[in-house]
């Protein structure tokens, strides 16, 4: 699956001090880092089916479900829907709760089946609050998972918040500990350009330091963000 490395937008400044602030954030990410050309897929299909299979468990495990689907030949549309749900479950076991992320998985299959006629391509071009509106109605697809699909599979200017997002943020305060979904969603959306490419990047970007820094035990001394924000961990402390 072709991703867009490029991010024209990542260059320009927005007017609002949250804006500035969130592509200071961006910056010294893509510095520390580098470009992480996400998602890590050959197909929309194949990342859509990730985005489902990594709930709950790490990258790593997804990796060894989806290369049991591909050994089998078992990673195409029409397979998927006519696969036995016991058959799918033990293919995917190495991602964990096989049981339960085979039935959402189903789920998703079955309504691009139903409601697409088994078109992928149709579904992916659907307008953007529609097709969020029908991942959500699939049951096991909650707005993370259904997010995930829309900027890396659809590509389209949506950002996706997750537990590493809400923590760095909260943690820098930039935002309430309690923080609903849409309204780190809309810190976003609001403050920064619309750009798949660049929300594409700042979240492969936000998943790196989570996973590298901001930790439940964080190790502040090293992370590209110690003194970065309203609230630095480090430098507040002192």
């Not at 089916?49 to 689907?69: D, M, P, S, Y």
């Not at 923590?167 to 920064?192: N, T």
């Not at 989570?210 to 309203?230: A, E, Q, S, V």
Request: aromatic content about 8%; charged content about 20%.
């Amino acid at each position: 699956m072709e991703t867009e490395s490029a991010t024209p937008n990542a260059q320009a400044t927005p007017s609002t001090l949250t804006g500035q602030r969130l592509m200071e954030m961006f910056h010294l990410l893509h510095t520390h880092f580098g470009s992480q050309d996400w998602w890590p897929a050959e197909t929309e299909l194949e990342m859509m089916v990730g985005a489902v299979l990594t709930q709950n468990t790490n990258w790593k495990n997804v990796e060894k479900a989806i290369e049991n689907l591909k050994q089998n030949n078992m990673l195409t549309l029409d397979c998927l829907a006519s696969l036995d749900l016991s058959v799918l479950a033990r293919t995917i076991r190495p991602a964990g709760y096989y049981n339960i992320k085979a039935k959402r998985l189903k789920n998703l299959i079955l309504f691009i089946t139903d409601h697409y006629q088994a078109d992928l391509s149709m579904f992916l071009k659907e307008e953007t609050q529609t097709l969020r509106q029908g991942l959500l109605s699939v049951k096991g697809i909650g707005p993370e998972t259904a997010d995930s699909i829309i900027l890396y599979a659809a590509r389209r200017p949506l950002f996706v918040i997750d537990a590493y997002t809400h923590r760095i943020l909260s943690r820098h305060g930039m935002c309430e500990e309690r923080a609903a979904y849409d309204a780190l969603q809309e810190l976003f959306m609001d403050h920064l350009f619309e750009d798949a490419s660049l929300f594409n990047e700042f979240h492969a970007l936000m998943v790196q330091a989570g996973k590298n820094y901001c930790r439940r035990k964080p190790l502040c001394d090293h992370c590209p963000l110690k003194n970065w924000g309203p609230i630095s961990p480090l430098r507040d402390s002192e």
